[in-house]
């Protein structure tokens, strides 16, 4: 299917955990993310990971999900080189989501 798909990358406010994602509402995600924070029956509300610093856009989900695979085979400091090519300090990037 063609569509609007996201592979995330979402960290704890201190920065210390890394979450990889995929999804077709961005939007919505991160609100449930946020709602499940502290929540101990998933990894990214465990782990309070619902600030978002990195996103790709797919148009099928079959390439969303082999980058999200991807990127979750890489070690950490290749996830961090990733992130910092776009967005090198860390900058929150829920509000540009959220409200544009």
Same mark, same amino acid.
């Given at each position: 299917?063609?569509?609007?798909?996201?592979?995330?990358?979402?960290?704890?406010?201190?920065?210390?955990?890394?979450?990889?994602?995929?999804?077709?509402?961005?939007?919505?995600?991160? %609100?449930?993310? $946020? /709602?499940?924070?502290?929540?101990?029956?998933?990894?990214?509300? =465990?782990?309070?990971?619902? *600030? %978002?610093?990195? $996103? /790709?856009?797919?148009?099928?989900?079959?390439?969303?999900?082999? =980058?999200?695979?991807?990127? *979750?085979?890489?070690?950490?400091?290749?996830?961090?080189?990733?992130?910092?090519?776009?967005?090198?300090?860390?900058?929150?990037?829920?509000?540009?989501?959220?409200?544009?």
């Amino acid at each position: 299917m063609i569509g609007n798909y996201f592979i995330y990358i979402t960290t704890n406010p201190a920065k210390e955990v890394l979450y990889i994602g995929v999804t077709n509402d961005l939007h919505t995600r991160l %609100l449930q993310h $946020f /709602e499940n924070r502290g929540q101990k029956d998933s990894f990214a509300g =465990r782990y309070y990971c619902y *600030k %978002l610093i990195y $996103f /790709e856009r797919y148009l099928t989900i079959e390439d969303a999900i082999d =980058r999200e695979k991807q990127l *979750k085979r890489w070690s950490r400091k290749k996830k961090e080189w990733l992130i910092n090519k776009v967005n090198p300090k860390w900058k929150f990037l829920n509000r540009e989501v959220m409200f544009g």
